[in-house]
């Protein structure tokens, strides 16, 4: 038992001594106005923070908060469930897979397991969870050895919605490349 507890302590050192950290996120307002005419504002906040295990693996975890319309996928395009808007906390673990390297681009892809919970703001409104999992590619441009600027498009896989007291979800699989799924962020890499 000495001996596994040993080697493991070992390995974790090793992999540990050639991982580097990153922290970064992305930052998003819109403006819009809906069907009554009235102008709606929309915004995320979306930190993230990350670990490289080694030149192509890398972890890591978005824990944000915004304002926006609870979302479902159909037939492949975003549909707003709600009117109005609703604030949301999000929750998205990944692992990255980056299977295309350069001296200043890299592609690679995330696979995440996310959760959001759309609050009721407004008087009539229902909570919404919503249960993410699914692969988003994206490239990340290597402005310098500490700092890159990473976009995101697109998702392809699953999606549950539930509204607060409904019995049953709404769901989809499939594959939304629209400009709703494009995010823009900035990394520094310790």
């Known amino acids: 038992m000495k001996k596994i507890l040993m080697t493991l302590a070992v390995a974790f050192?090793?992999?540990?001594?050639?991982?580097?950290?990153?922290?970064?996120?992305?930052?998003?307002?819109?403006?819009?106005?809906?069907?009554?005419?009235?102008?709606?504002?929309?915004?995320?906040?979306?930190?993230?923070?990350?670990?490289?295990?080694?030149?192509?693996?890398?972890?890591?975890?978005?824990?944000?908060?915004?304002?926006?319309?609870?979302?479902?996928?159909?037939?492949?395009?975003?549909?707003?469930?709600?009117?109005?808007?609703?604030?949301?906390?999000?929750?998205?673990?990944?692992?990255?897979?980056?299977?295309?390297?350069?001296?200043f681009v890299n592609a690679f892809i995330d696979g995440i397991v996310g959760y959001t919970h759309y609050n009721h703001a407004h008087v009539g409104s229902s909570s919404y969870d919503q249960w993410t999992i699914g692969l988003k590619p994206g490239v990340a441009v290597n402005l310098s050895k500490k700092v890159s600027f990473v976009a995101h498009v697109g998702f392809a896989g699953w999606e549950s919605l539930k509204a607060e007291k409904a019995e049953k979800d709404s769901h989809a699989l499939g594959v939304s490349l629209d400009g709703n799924n494009v995010t823009f962020g900035v990394y520094y890499n310790f």
């Open 13 to 103: 050192v090793a992999v540990a001594a050639n991982a580097q950290v990153y922290v970064g996120g992305s930052l998003g307002v819109a403006s819009s106005e809906n069907l009554g005419g009235d102008d709606v504002t929309t915004y995320q906040v979306l930190p993230e923070i990350g670990y490289n295990i080694n030149n192509n693996w890398a972890i890591g975890t978005v824990l944000g908060w915004g304002k926006g319309k609870p979302v479902s996928i159909e037939k492949g395009k975003p549909v707003s469930i709600e009117s109005e808007t609703n604030n949301y906390v999000t929750f998205q673990p990944y692992a990255r897979f980056t299977f295309a390297h350069s001296k």
